[in-house]
């Protein structure tokens, strides 16, 4: 290799690692955003985006979002795990929220985006490695690919802006506190008596029906999950009070039901929080 091609290589590997240094894994743009417009309710088990705020705010959430495009696959793949997790974890909501207000306030869900053709989450509109992607690419082709990450509590940190879904946090992930971040973010959707309750009269273990959407993701030995019912005995003391309740989630006694998901708007200008 001649000095000059050794000259270029260097330079061009410096470049690369002055680019990977510069981009923000503490996510402040979108930390900042999530601390001023998502409001959490007053149980902390949920939470409501303030859009028209969010709105006020597109040129902030937009530097983040091309703050996310610019970063080269190469880069990408030299990173942590857990950097690589938050950065796509956060990536996915900001873009969920930057399609959203694309159309606020004239849906009151985010389905009604999509069409008989296209879905919301199959619209290509995000650019990133060197691609234009869906959210669905960015879920299930990069998060959930398989050997990826292998982390099923990545269902309860990926937000679809409805009032289904698990809570928004009012903070970035960040590759220092995620696997405190998804721990807590997985109890406080399964304590969510909206969304996951057991009844102790009728027997039944009343769950969101994102475990009957994903519930392979929940029986593969990723992170101890082996199984719905050993998901659901990890999270019995928030499934429900009672103690006798709690043991019958731990034994297994009881009979899954899977609640309809609401498709509404997690947006703060509709009903009130409880």
């Known amino acids: 290799m001649s000095s000059l091609r050794k000259l270029l290589l260097a330079a061009v590997l410096a470049l690369n690692s002055l680019l990977a240094i510069a981009f923000d894994h503490e996510h402040r743009d979108w930390q900042t955003l999530l601390l001023r417009h998502v409001k959490v309710a007053a149980d902390g088990y949920s939470s409501r985006v303030d859009y028209r705020g969010m709105a006020a705010d597109q040129a902030q959430l937009r530097r983040y979002l091309a703050s996310l495009s610019a970063v080269p696959e190469t880069d990408y793949r030299q990173w942590s795990k857990d950097q690589r997790l938050a950065f796509l974890i956060n990536g996915y909501n900001a873009w969920t929220i930057e399609l959203l207000l694309g159309h606020y306030p004239k849906v009151q869900s985010i389905k009604d985006i999509g069409s008989v053709f296209q879905s919301p989450w199959k619209k290509k509109f995000i650019p990133l490695f060197g691609q234009e992607r869906s959210l669905d690419d960015i879920e299930h082709g990069l998060i959930r690919a398989p050997g990826a990450f292998a982390e099923p509590r990545?269902?309860?940190?990926?937000?679809?802006?409805?009032?289904?879904c698990p809570m928004l946090r009012p903070e970035a992930f960040t590759a220092g506190k995620l696997t405190a971040q998804l721990e807590d973010g997985m109890r406080r959707f399964m304590a969510d008596a909206r969304r996951n309750r057991f009844n102790g009269a009728t027997g039944k273990l009343q769950v969101s029906k994102i475990f009957d959407w994903y519930g392979e993701d929940f029986a593969q030995g990723h992170q101890g999950f082996d199984s719905l019912q050993t998901t659901f005995a990890r999270y019995a003391a928030q499934l429900a009070s009672a103690p006798a309740e709690q043991e019958r989630?731990?034994?297994?006694?009881y009979r899954i039901e899977f609640l309809d998901y609401d498709w509404r708007l997690n947006d703060t200008a509709a009903p009130s929080l409880r």
Do not use: E, F, L, P
């Not at 990545?154 to 289904?164: K, Q, R, T, Y």
């Not at 989630?249 to 006694?253: A, T």
């Open 154 to 164: 990545i269902h309860a940190a990926v937000v679809c802006a409805s009032i289904g």
């Open 249 to 253: 989630i731990r034994r297994g006694d």
